[in-house]
């Protein structure tokens, strides 16, 4: 049972940073792809950053420049460090990992950033 858990969530003031860590335990394959996720109050969930397998990466405009997603192959882990945080980015972050070409997701860290 693969199990995806993401840590580093909290509450910060407007143009301090946050480092998301998210975690794949469970299988003895590794992280192909990923992405994190995020979804605020009454909105959709939508797509913040995602990275590939030849760690190609891709980001929300909004992000663009202040957010940088990695991975460490070696310790199953993805990491989301956010510079310069804005009120708007206050959301539920998910981590989404496809392992084998299945997909599985967090229980999502709370962001909150206050003006």
């Known amino acids: 049972q693969v199990h995806v858990v993401e840590s580093g969530g909290g509450l910060v003031q407007s143009g301090k940073s946050l480092l998301l860590s998210c975690v794949a335990s469970?299988?003895?394959?590794?992280?192909?792809?990923a992405g994190w996720y995020r979804q605020a109050p009454g909105k959709q969930r939508e797509l913040v950053a995602g990275?590939?397998?030849?760690?190609?990466?891709n980001y929300a405009d909004s992000v663009k420049g202040r957010f940088t997603i990695s991975r460490d192959d070696t310790k199953k882990m993805v990491y989301l460090q956010m510079n310069n945080l804005k009120p708007e980015d206050t959301a539920v972050y998910y981590c989404k990992a496809r392992i084998l070409g299945n997909e599985y997701w967090g229980q999502g860290t709370q962001v909150t950033v206050s003006s």
């Open positions: 469970g299988s003895i394959f590794g992280i192909n792809a």
């Open positions: 990275i590939n397998r030849s760690d190609g990466t």
